[in-house]
């Protein structure tokens, strides 16, 4: 699911709907251009009733009667609306485990058939978008909002919806949500393989929010033993009966969530370099924005832009061809497994053997991962490259960036913390899977963060690929989104 957000202009106060993928928008209307603030935090949205009170009752006074209850009349309606968490999120799995293998052997007079057991890995990506309710307390019939198509758009939280409906309270809190989104995706969606030795997941970009949708809680007077009704606010759907005592205290409780739930309102800032005040390169999907004019770069953090540190690799001698820079996150990681602390790329050859090229110039180096911070599909395709990059650690060369004015900068899509929440999926994929002394080693590995650097690669473009000269990287320049 993909959604629009409905917004007023700060500039000008323009109705506007905007991707909720996009980081940077611009108005139609007065021309401005502006930041997204907020995303990182758990932010409330509301989904606005389609039906009015009356259209609501008329649609229950029709089920009644196509259910020859003729004696039944809806009486007292309330406009209540229902929490539900929703969690996005990029699901990684990976496992290593002991697989059966068939095999047929045949001698000249008889066909034998047997099973042997062999080392393997198995690895898994997905995109995940999963809604629950908030609220344990109550049942309306409505389990999930996912794959409703009466949802087109959703708009910000508005605490003057009390003046036309009523707010419930949730029970679930966010830490709470996490966890049960968290074990729900790992048991139905996990690898399930038997003789597994151990496994891995990981939830990458995870964007947690809360959306209040729209239901009609109606008191249903003159039959014994029902109640009440709710009906969809949107879709005008009579759902299951509820106990009418309860929903109707619930919904007359006028409860404000900003107000208990750590939640944050989304904001806007303007899109400008803060140093020279000139506009930033208008990339609506982007993380990072490097200043055309000062080449400085920014990230937004807690409502304002915090500077980036990045380098430029120098071309190598004979790159021939136009130069596309990539950007990748450098990460200066230690890796502790037990009493032994990895630095290095001589320890870290230690703990993963016959998974380096054998010469290295220079094996004491700092210990590097890198996490491609470009957008490229398919995910899988994402995880080999930087697989690839980490296994090279290339030795790189610094350009000033003064030396390379018209160099042109692929888009970051990819968060300096989620490049970290990477590092062990990368690690996972260079472990030779039939080796138990680098598996025992990748099980009890833990990985600390000792320094963040983005890094722009040049990448040649070589017609159908762009390719790395330093490493030999390659990938189709068709599944690269460089805005």
């Known amino acids: 699911m993909r959604f629009e957000i409905d917004i007023k202009c700060p500039q000008c106060n323009a109705a506007l709907s905007v991707p909720e993928d ?92 047997t099973t042997e057991v062999e080392d393997a890995k198995e690895f898994r990506v997905q995109d995940m978008d999963v809604t629950f309710p908030a609220d344990e307390s109550s049942d309306f019939g409505l389990k999930s909002l996912s794959y409703r198509t009466e949802i087109k758009s959703l708009r910000l939280f508005d605490p003057r919806l009390t003046d036309d409906g009523a707010i419930l309270p949730p029970t679930i809190n966010a830490a709470k949500a996490l966890k049960m989104a968290r074990s729900g995706i790992y048991s139905k969606f996990g690898l399930k393989l038997e003789h597994t030795a151990f496994s891995e997941q990981r939830l990458i970009s995870k964007v947690l929010s809360m959306i209040y949708y729209p239901i009609f809680v109606i008191k249903v007077d003159g039959i014994k033993g029902l109640t009440t009704l709710t009906v969809d606010g949107l879709s005008g759907r009579i759902m299951r009966p509820g106990s009418a005592a309860d929903l109707i205290e619930l919904a007359e409780t006028n409860f404000v969530p900003e107000r208990k739930v750590a939640a944050k309102t989304m904001g806007f800032i303007l899109f400008r370099c803060p140093d020279c005040g000139w506009d930033l390169p208008y990339m609506p999907y982007n993380r990072v924005h490097v200043c055309e004019e000062c080449k400085a770069a920014w990230y937004e953090k807690k409502g304002s832009f915090s500077r980036v540190r990045y380098d430029l690799v120098s071309p190598s001698d004979g790159c021939g061809g136009k130069l596309v820079f990539m950007p990748f996150w450098r990460l200066v990681v230690q890796i502790d497994v037990g009493d032994f602390k990895v630095k290095d790329v001589k320890g870290f050859r230690q703990i993963l053997p016959y998974a380096f090229p054998l010469k290295d110039e220079n094996p004491d180096r700092e210990l590097c991962f890198y996490v491609p911070g470009f957008n490229i599909k398919p995910i899988k395709n994402f995880n080999e490259l930087a697989a690839r990059m980490t296994r090279f650690q290339p030795g790189i060369k610094i350009a000033k960036k003064e030396d390379l004015p018209k160099t042109r900068l692929a888009g970051v899509f990819t968060s300096p913390d989620d490049a970290f929440r990477m590092a062990k999926i990368i690690y996972l994929s260079l472990v030779p899977y039939k080796n138990k002394r680098a598996r025992d080693y990748a099980e009890k590995a833990k990985i600390k963060l000792l320094g963040t650097t983005l890094t722009y690669f040049p990448f040649f473009d070589d017609r159908m690929y762009f390719r790395d000269p330093i490493t030999g990287a390659f990938f189709q320049k068709k599944s690269v989104a460089f805005e």
Request: glycine share 4%.
């Open 22 to 113: 996009n980081y940077i928008f611009k108005c139609g209307f007065c021309d401005s251009t502006f930041h997204v603030t907020g995303t990182n935090e758990v932010l409330i949205y509301y989904l606005p009733a389609k039906l009015t009170r009356k259209e609501a009752r008329i649609k229950v006074r029709a089920g009644l009667m196509k259910s020859k209850k003729t004696s039944a009349r809806p009486s007292k309606t309330l406009l209540a609306y229902v929490p539900f968490w929703r969690l996005r999120a990029m699901f990684f799995d990976f496992a290593f485990f002991l697989e059966q293998i068939q095999k047929i052997q045949e001698t000249k007079s008889k066909t034998y058939r």
